[in-house]
């Protein structure tokens, strides 16, 4: 009090303190509002990052698409092109191995020696008419003959090594000239020439016979060598003959002189 004498009840004094700016509600308001613009501008901007990525991203899915849809119809393309070259050259390839095969049987069934094919057990599996008329056989019966029986027992065999290299590939062919039994039961002479059809593997897989009557080039050649011989014996004789003729006159000469003297 004014005498400053202390009473017991004393006196209030009102005081007021005034909370640092940052600690107001404004402030605080202020800093809100600037934390949700902050995080709503990175959210847009990520937003819009992103939209932008998506668009560039559908961009590139729509070029990758289109680059690929044309690149599929290319390759559509190509590959109908393919088929039809490749459709194309096996019915070219088929033509001419209908070609091929017709030229063959026309020559198989039409040649005037005989022709067939064997296994490589030498058994017969196809043979034209010539083959079979050549030994007096119908077509159906020389099917069913084992040719090695018919070869005569001093042919037999003369021509194994040539046969082990023709299936060892060491030659592509070979001729041999043989006596064959005639279904008459005469002997008759042929040239046989063998040639082996191989495989991808190079294995032979059957084998092309081919028989030729060669008898009247024996007979031939034997009236050759006949009267070959036959002028070599004339000969020989004539020049014995000769030469006696030539001893006696020399003798008569010698005997001649022998008496002038």
């Known amino acids: 009090n004014n ?3 202390w009473n017991e009840e004393g006196v209030a004094i009102p005081i007021r303190i005034e909370p640092p700016f940052y600690a107001t509600w404004w402030f605080g308001g202020l800093v809100g509002l600037f934390v949700l613009a902050v995080v709503g501008a990175a959210v847009r901007w990520r937003f819009d990052l992103v939209r932008s990525q998506n668009r560039k ?11 690929l849809r044309e ?3 290319l390759l559509e393309i190509e590959v109908e092109q393919r088929k039809r070259a490749e459709e194309a050259l096996a019915r070219k390839a088929e033509r001419e191995l209908r070609q091929s095969e017709a030229r063959f049987e026309a020559m198989f ?8 094919l064997m296994g490589m057990d030498r058994s017969i599996l196809e043979a034209n008419e010539a083959a079979g008329r050549l030994l007096g056989f119908t077509r159906e019966e020389f099917l069913q ?8 027992p001093e042919d037999r065999g003369q021509d194994a090594p040539l046969f082990q290299e023709l299936v060892a590939g060491k ?35 059957y084998l092309i016979g081919m028989l030729e009557d060669i008898g009247e080039q ?35 000469l010698h005997l001649e002189i022998e008496q002038r003297i």
């Open 3 to 5: 005498d400053w004498v």
């Open 57 to 67: 991203l559908e961009v590139e899915v729509d070029e990758r698409t289109t680059a």
């Open 71 to 73: 690149s599929n119809a």
């Open 109 to 116: 069934e039409n040649a005037a020696i005989g022709i067939g």
């Open 145 to 152: 003959v084992k040719i090695d029986e018919m070869i005569h």
């Open 171 to 205: 030659r592509a062919s070979y001729q041999a000239e043989k006596r064959y039994r005639h279904k008459n039961g005469e002997y008759i002479w042929a040239r046989l020439i063998f040639t082996a059809v191989r495989g991808e593997d190079g294995t032979p897989d």
């Open 218 to 252: 024996k007979r031939a050649q034997q009236e050759l060598d006949r009267r070959e011989e036959e002028y070599l014996r004339q000969l020989e004789k004539r020049v014995w003959e000769r030469t006696t003729e030539l001893r006696q006159a020399n003798e008569k």
